[in-house]
């Protein structure tokens, strides 16, 4: 259903206009003149305007006008009683959708109707997600549009109205602490603070003052008295980032806080009650570190009564273009650069990376390119020399790889180049899978069978 505005100063159109619009579904307006219809307009918006041109009063063109400067994705419609093209022509210049010349069979204005309301429909579509993305840029920048984001995404509006505590696993650089702000920004604890205090990088003596606080005197150097982030972040969020690292000792005095409820800083008796919630992030495999004897098992289950996975890049390949672009505009921006496009060419690189460093390395080469480009696109010229090529041998050979100095994931690499070749061959061969087979040398069955097997059919 969409709202029309009819003006017309002759009572038999508007009443043939009415009749139609409202036989078709629609909710019509209709103004006596050119005033009436300008008047409505200030009141409310249209999804159409049909205007008569000729009227005693206003004329149809200072509705145009008024409508275009109001609302410029109204499509506007004018009608002429008289074949006076000149006029007709005048009102499309200035911004008209189309015009009727009276007088004119329903079946001949039909089509131009339905076409500007679809118009008027995408634009309003448009608009709404446009919304939508600024919103989610609210949401902390995280983005992304795979399954498995929307998976996440989906659990942090879930989470955030609560205060459960939450565990975010994910190798480093897949978005944590990313995913533990969107918690807290989603929450109503929004207001308050949102602290991060990263377990690996402060030595053992020192964390337990970093987190609960100290009196004066509690130790050699405690010249004062400090509140630690528990109390600090009283309110609000506390991001345990790297929690596998930290040490067993610590563990049992964070279960207790957990527990309890309450801190109490080093070199005091008392407890203070706080209201914190607690996120934690690592890059470890926690279960296996529970199993392993170096987590205690009581937090591990205390951390993790919600758990967030976050897979790496590779496995969701659907967010790399998007993430590229998103990082693109964001440096751009940054260095007053006006560059909007990646060529193709760069994005089919992209996808055949591995990104071991996950968003953080395309984040950062995103941001590399971005500095180094002079032209308004990212080319090839732009990623770092030899980047994503790999020229494979035709398998009769020697393989001729390497072995990075810090080892890779056989099963992923052998996936992903399997999936790349695939995808070339289908590519090469205009989709056709017995041609691809053939090129890749293997049966028909087996390529059905790999597609089958990396998700691609
Ligand atoms: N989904 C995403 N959308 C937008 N930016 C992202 C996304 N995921 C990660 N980033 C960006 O990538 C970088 C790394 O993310 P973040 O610091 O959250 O990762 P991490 O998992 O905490 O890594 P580490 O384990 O190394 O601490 C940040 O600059 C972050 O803004
Ligand atoms: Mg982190």
Known sequence: MSRILVVDDELSMREFLEIFFLQHGHEVTVAADGTE????????????VITDLRMPGTHGMVVLRRCRELYPETPVIVMTAYASTNTAIEAIKIGAYDYFSKPFKLDEIQVVIDKALERRRLVVE???????????????????????????FSMIRRVASTR?????????????????RAI???????????????CAA????LLESELFGHRKGAFTGAHTDRVGMFQAANGGTLLLDEVGDMPMGMQAKLLRVLQERKVKQVGDLREVPVDVRVIAATNRELADEVNEGRFREDLYYRLN???????????????????????LKKYAGEFGKSIDSIQPEVLQRLHRHPFNGNVRE????????????EENEISLAHLPPGFGHHQVGTGTGNADVELPL??????????????????QALQRTGGRKKDAANLLGITFRSFRYRLDKLDMS
């Open 37 to 48: 219809g300008v008047q409505l307009l200030h009141e409310q918006e249209f999804d159409l």
């Open 126 to 152: 448009n608009r709404a997600l446009r919304a939508r993305l600024e919103q989610r840029g609210n949401t902390s920048g995280l983005i992304g549009r795979s399954r498995a984001m929307k998976e996440v």
């Open 164 to 180: 459960t505590n939450v565990l975010i696993l994910g190798a480093s650089g897949t978005g944590k602490e990313l995913v533990a």
């Open 184 to 198: 807290h920004d989603q929450s109503e604890r929004r207001n308050k603070p949102f602290l991060v205090i990263n």
């Open 202 to 205: 402060i030595p053992e003596n």
């Open 305 to 327: 009564v919600i758990c967030i996975e976050l897979p790496p890049l590779r496995d969701r390949p659907s967010d790399i273009s998007l993430l590229a672009h998103h990082f």
């Open 362 to 373: 395309l984040e950062n080469l995103m941001e590399r390119a971005t500095a180094l480009a």
């Open 406 to 423: 810090d080892g890779l994931n056989l099963d992923a690499l052998i996936n992903q180049i399997e999936r790349d070749l695939i995808e």
